[in-house]
């Protein structure tokens, strides 16, 4: 089949090199790519927030699946317009991807249909905002409403530093504070069936210790040796089946990865967050471990056959991703210095990209997340060993990594 995948970021680096892998899949299109997917996709100049114009790609190349990438062409209706050329499509519709669009949305949603979550107020004035920061107390947690690049959130003991975030944006979630280790489970979904992937673990923070600003996200790593048997299955069952229920009652069939980002409270799996998405940087490892053809697996989903797909495999061991970022980011990245040592040659690693152009025949940095180096290894301080190691082979002026990534206990 012919695959088009739509997005330029590590993610969509990650989701093209599974492809590629995928005997089923002969041909490969990437819209906008980056010069690492230009290694493996064929790549085209797209304005990706444009639906016709998508649809029109994926109908000129004989697309026999289009893949959405990130979040602001779902946002914007390209599934839809894909889908109405008749064409599959991996990834929900504009409504339903509002799950992550909008956390107002999302905590209806979640209220509906019983699923756990913080405890929230929707505020638009600063004296809602004030009274709901009183109702919970500090540490306090502020959301942008709105899509914000994964930047929109402020946890702070500052009282002061929360109304000033919640005064900056039009209209805020304010939310109880959840204490417990995270986890970032994907699962895919056809409109009815769900099925998840093994779970990964992400590092949002800038800085090691979990200090700094909120990223992105800095590395991530799978599986999770510390997390309890039937975690899975219990976050499918609490949380990622009754989603999928409400929002095919409510006639928005979700096809794609239903992303949840939970915290392990003392009381159970409670949800941080939905993504309409993969994960990024978490999609790097989860895919790397994925043995189950990758093409085939998405294109179920598209054609409302999960049911009938085979169970997952994976290869075993574990997969270490650790972030290559530019300098100043999170703020406003340095561009344009070049990368070298992007073929590191060490055991079980491998670099994807992220952020990268081509300028005078020269990878330089283009973004804030630059590169992803992933590990791969027996367990999980192999895979770390490995990553490691070949991001020292890495050089970027100003580039920056975090030194904590997948260090366990
Ligand atoms: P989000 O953009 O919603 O993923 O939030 C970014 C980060 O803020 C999350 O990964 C958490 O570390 C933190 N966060 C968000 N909501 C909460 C909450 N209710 N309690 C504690 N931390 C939170
Ligand atoms: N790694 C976090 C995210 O993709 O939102």
């Known amino acids: ?65 289009v893949v959405v990438g990130p979040e602001a062409p779902l946002v914007a209706g390209v599934a839809d317009a894909v889908r109405e050329r008749g064409v599959p499509c991996f990834g929900p519709s504009a409504e339903a991807a509002r799950i992550e669009g ?75 504070f959840l204490d417990g280790p995270e986890l970032s489970l994907f699962a895919l979904c056809d409109g009815q069936t769900a099925v998840a992937l093994q779970p990964a673990q992400d590092f949002k923070r800038a800085l090691d210790g979990d200090e700094g600003p909120n990223t992105g996200g800095m590395g991530a790593y799978t599986p999770l040796p510390w997390a309890p048997e039937g975690l899975t299955e219990q976050i499918m069952e609490e949380v990622v089946r009754p989603t999928v229920a409400e929002l095919a009652q409510r006639g928005l069939p979700y096809t794609g990865v239903l992303y949840a ?19 990024d940087p978490e999609t790097q490892v989860v895919l790397d471990r994925l043995e189950t053809p990758l093409g085939g697996l998405l294109l179920a989903c598209a054609t409302g056959r999960l049911g009938g797909h085979e169970a997952l495999r994976y290869r075993g061991g574990a997969a270490v991703t650790v972030v ?60 770390r060993a490995a990553a490691y190691e070949a991001m020292a082979r890495l050089r970027l002026r100003g580039g920056h990594y975090r030194s904590d990534i997948a260090a366990l206990g």
């Not at 330029?8 to 690492?36: F, I, M, Q, T």
């Open 102 to 176: 909008s956390k107002s949305f999302a905590k209806e949603v979640m209220n509906a249909a019983g699923v756990p979550t913080a405890r929230s107020f929707t505020c638009v004035t600063p004296e809602e905002a004030a009274d709901a920061l009183d109702a919970f107390g500090p540490p306090y947690v502020v959301k942008d409403d709105g899509l914000a690049a994964g930047k929109g959130v402020v946890v702070t003991e500052d009282r002061e530093a929360a109304l000033a975030h919640a005064a900056a944006c039009e209209r805020v979630v304010v939310e109880e």
């Open 324 to 383: 290559l970022a530019a300098e100043n980011y999170p703020g406003e990245p340095v561009k344009g210095d070049p990368v070298e040592g992007l073929n590191p040659q060490v055991e079980g690693a491998y670099v994807l990209h992220a952020g990268t152009a081509v300028q005078n025949g020269k990878i330089v940095a283009n973004g804030g997340r630059v590169l992803n180096v992933v590990g791969t290894g027996a367990d999980v301080a192999a895979a």
């Open 1 to 65: 089949m012919r695959v088009l995948v739509i997005g330029s970021g590590g993610r969509e680096h990650a989701l093209c090199r599974g492809l590629k892998l995928d005997p089923s899949v002969a041909e490969l299109h990437c819209a906008p790519g980056n010069p690492g997917i230009a290694e493996i996709a064929t790549t085209h100049q797209v304005n990706v927030l444009d639906g016709t114009a998508v649809a029109d790609l994926a109908e000129d190349i004989g697309a026999d699946l």
């Open 261 to 279: 980002g939970l915290a392990l409270t003392g009381k159970g799996p409670r949800v941080i967050e939905f993504n309409a998405r993969f994960g």
